[in-house]
């Protein structure tokens, strides 16, 4: 049976990810907040530390953080934790999940990104430069783990309905945001966890490297 590591899997997009691979069979472990601490060096080390025979066989890094403020008015400290919760947690649990990956030669990495890794909005500097590194680690992680059969690719939702998406924009935002999207609408997290189970599943065999985009049409405009 494989194992699959899913950060952030208890709402939102991460959820219906975590039950997209149950329904399979696949054995699912989605830590806790309070387990994994993802704005936390120390968490992690800590939990891996605990967890040192913890082997998995697919990573999601899912789990990200997203504060709107213009670049004047966001501190270091906020700065810092978005970078430490989108791009360096998965960073260390690339490093983690890939030692059992290579010793059985067989894995599949997806990073969550987004659309605002490719283009970006007033206040979400942090977010957008912390996504556009998790496309280049991605890149990277893909070249060096090529030869062991470990696929890696990162998935650009665009506007999907979301918590975070309800959070970050008012109706009237929304709204406009639909009317932007060739497809008129905000996609599903049933549609992005169906595409992400695909890459990292046993059907995915070619794919790695890749930056891949979910986003109605949106990027195309």
């Given amino acids: 049976m494989r194992r699959v590591l899913i950060t952030g899997g208890s ?3 991460g959820k219906v990810i975590a039950e997209r691979f149950r329904r399979v069979g696949y054995d699912v472990i989605t830590p806790t907040h309070e387990e994994l601490d993802l704005s936390s060096i120390d968490s992690i080390r800590e939990y891996m530390t605990q967890n ?3 082997e998995v066989d697919v990573l999601i890094n899912n789990a990200a953080q997203n504060k709107v403020s213009i670049i004047k008015e966001l501190s270091i400290e906020e700065w810092q934790q978005i970078l430490t919760i989108n791009l ?4 260390i649990l690339i490093q983690h999940a890939t030692r059992h990956m290579m010793v059985h030669r067989w894995g599949r990495i997806v990073n969550i990104s987004s ?5 970006s909005r007033s206040g979400r500097s942090a977010y ?3 996504k556009a590194g998790l496309n280049a680690l991605t890149r990277t992680a893909a070249l060096e783990y ?7 690719n990162a998935v650009c939702p665009g506007f999907i309905d979301t918590e975070m998406t309800r959070q970050n924009n008012t109706p009237g935002q929304i709204s406009d ?3 932007q999207i060739p497809v008129q609408r905000l996609g599903t997290p049933d549609e992005v966890a169906d595409f992400v189970f695909y890459l990292g599943s046993e059907q995915n065999t070619y794919i790695t490297g890749q930056t891949l985009i979910i986003d109605g049409g949106f990027m195309s405009r």
């Fill in 52 to 54: 040192k025979h913890l």
């Fill in 11 to 13: 709402r939102g997009i």
């Fill in 177 to 179: 945001l639909c009317k």
């Fill in 128 to 130: 957008s430069a912390s």
């Fill in 146 to 152: 090529a030869d062991f059969n470990i696929l890696v």
């Fill in 115 to 119: 659309c605002y890794s490719l283009v």
């Fill in 88 to 91: 360096t947690s998965p960073f």
